[in-house]
């Protein structure tokens, strides 16, 4: 049974910086896709950052140049480095996994950004 275990999140000023971290067991984690989500109440859930098995990263719009995503497939640990937060990136963040036609999901971290 795959699982997914996401850490990190909390309350933190604009500008300041969190990192989020999610283990993985239960799967082959070096095969599969990763990525970070994130919901905010009234809102859609989207994609923050992705990572292939081949350490290809993607990132949407609004956070380029300001988080990382990275992976240890020793630690079977993604983790999402998040700097100069703003009010803006408050939400849930959720870790994915995707192999082929499986995907799975962590219970999320909740991030707030105070201004």
């Known amino acids: 049974q795959v699982q997914l275990v996401e850490s990190g999140g909390g309350l933190v000023q604009a500008g300041g910086s969190l990192r989020l971290s999610c283990a993985a067991s239960?799967?082959?984690?070096?095969?599969?896709?990763m990525g970070w989500y994130r919901q905010a109440p009234g809102t859609q859930r989207e994609l923050v950052a992705g990572?292939?098995?081949?350490?290809?990263?993607t990132y949407v719009d609004s956070v380029k140049g300001r988080f990382t995503i990275s992976r240890d497939n020793v630690k079977n640990t993604v983790y999402l480095q998040m700097n100069n937060l703003k009010p803006e990136d408050t939400a849930v963040y959720y870790c994915?996994?995707?192999?082929?036609?499986?995907?799975?999901w962590g219970q999320g971290t909740q991030v707030t950004v105070s201004s």
């Open positions: 994915n996994a995707r192999y082929g036609s499986s995907e799975y």
């Open positions: 239960g799967t082959i984690f070096s095969r599969n896709r």
């Open positions: 990572i292939t098995s081949g350490s290809f990263t």
